[in-house]
């Protein structure tokens, strides 16, 4: 899509400068970005009485479905984030891969959170990293590297095996390597990406996240922890709370508030921690709804996205206590698709009444993409892992052939 040539910027909101002022049901709230975490922030936002907007460069996305109104444009296109904005009482976003101008532009239409300094910080694992380390935060330890000889010297002072990231523009293990040995160093293509970080490869027991919503004021609420495991790389099963003594988990909560604090986050903050013995270390931030995040649908008293929804517009924030002692969520990823397409057996997965079924309307399945989730809540932990992993395995469809 064509760029607009610059003109000037419009004259600044009165509703722009108005920031502690509640955005009350009726109002309307623009999201930036049409994805699955956009979806579920807008059914969230309709239930509570508010319109919603979505901004996106997709035609036909999750989003767009549940809204009330979708502008399809370049997120890079004036005109277009105009024609988004100017419709907006209260901007959010539900990625952070935004282009700072973007987000710059929309804030002369309406309070846009998190603001565009946030997105700076979390787009770039160095700056975030070095900017959580300066204020105190522990942090998996790290270097910026940028060639060969560089991370021959990282692994000398931080040890091998290392994590080698691209800084920006990752996600789902997308432009990592794990690098064993000093041998293995040549194997990084570094002209793939301008700026990379070396992270010390951590040996954890656990990897948790505590997601945090905070205000325009200042007020912050968590919720439960979660425990994550991943498989090959991306999200697959979260449960909470995580297995954490009271003191390991309240040191988990004060640093995400912390992190919160620090960045001066308005609406989500998903800190992801490495747990190792007494240790608890950030491992990276999302200011948005995290997938992790989703089984807060079911399992607690406000869900992530009605909390996302009440921070960005001042409201009092909601009780995050869980419903039932357990919750857990396991990911739908597109390999759970036939190869010509045919979907899952939904009817068997749902033969246990307890499961429920989120699909985010994706057109096209393909392997590894998020296409839904499985939640289930109860009152013992192994029994509600062990139906869900067990749901989720009568997905695929028994061969016809
Ligand atoms: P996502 O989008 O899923 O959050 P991402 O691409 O942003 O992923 P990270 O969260 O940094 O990347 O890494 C993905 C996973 O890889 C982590 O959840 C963890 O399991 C593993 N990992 C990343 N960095 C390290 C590290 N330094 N030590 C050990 N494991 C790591
Ligand atoms: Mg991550």
């Not at 068997?348 to 009444?353: K, N, S, T, V, Y």
Request: glycine share 6%.
């Amino acid at each position: 899509m064509e760029i607009q040539a610059d003109k000037s910027p419009p004259p600044m909101n009165d509703k722009a400068s108005l920031i502690c002022d509640p955005h009350l049901p009726g109002c309307t709230i623009g999201m930036v970005g049409g994805g699955q975490l956009g979806r579920m922030f807008a059914v969230a936002a309709a239930a509570m009485g508010y319109k919603v907007v979505i901004f996106t460069d997709a035609e036909n996305s999750p989003a767009s479905h549940v809204a009330d109104q979708t502008v399809v444009g370049d997120l890079n296109d004036q005109a277009a984030i105009d024609r988004f904005a100017e419709q907006c009482d209260v901007i959010t976003l539900e990625f952070e891969n935004i282009p700072a101008t973007t987000i710059a532009r929309c804030r002369k239409f309406a309070p846009t959170y998190p603001s565009a300094s946030v997105l700076a910080t979390a787009q770039d694992r160095l700056v975030e990293k070095t900017t959580f380390h300066d204020a105190g935060l522990p942090v998996t330890p790290f270097r910026k590297v940028h060639d060969f000889d560089s991370l021959q010297s990282v692994g000398e002072e931080l040890g091998w095996p290392l994590i080698i990231k691209t800084a920006r523009s990752g996600y789902d293990g997308k432009g990592q390597h794990r690098i064993e040995s000093a041998s293995d160093a040549n194997q990084v293509q570094w002209s793939t990406a301008t700026e990379w970080i070396a992270e010390q490869c951590i040996q954890f027991e656990k990897e948790v996240s505590v997601i945090v919503a905070r205000t325009p004021d200042g007020r912050c609420e968590t919720f439960p922890i979660f425990e994550n495991t991943h498989a090959n790389h991306i999200l697959d099963i979260s449960v909470a709370p995580a297995d954490l003594t009271n003191s390991m988990a309240e040191e988990a909560r004060r640093i995400a508030v912390a992190a919160a604090e620090i960045l001066d986050v308005v609406g989500l903050l998903c800190v992801e921690l490495f747990v190792r013995g007494d240790k608890i270390l950030i491992n990276e931030v999302a200011p948005r709804p995290h997938n992790s995040g989703h089984l807060t649908i079911e399992g607690c008293e406000t869900s992530q996205f009605e909390q996302h929804v009440r921070a960005v517009c001042n409201l009092p924030l909601g009780s995050t206590k869980q419903r039932t002692p357990t919750a857990a969520m396991a990911n739908l990823l597109g390999d759970l698709w036939a190869p010509d397409g045919q979907a899952p057996d939904w009817m068997a997965a749902l033969a246990d009444p307890g499961i429920s079924l989120h699909l985010y309307g994706k057109a096209q399945p393909k392997p590894s993409r998020k296409m839904g989730h499985l939640t289930i809540t109860g009152q013992d932990r192994d029994a509600v892992v062990s139906r869900l992993t067990e749901a989720r395995a009568k997905l695929p469809q028994a061969d016809r052939s």
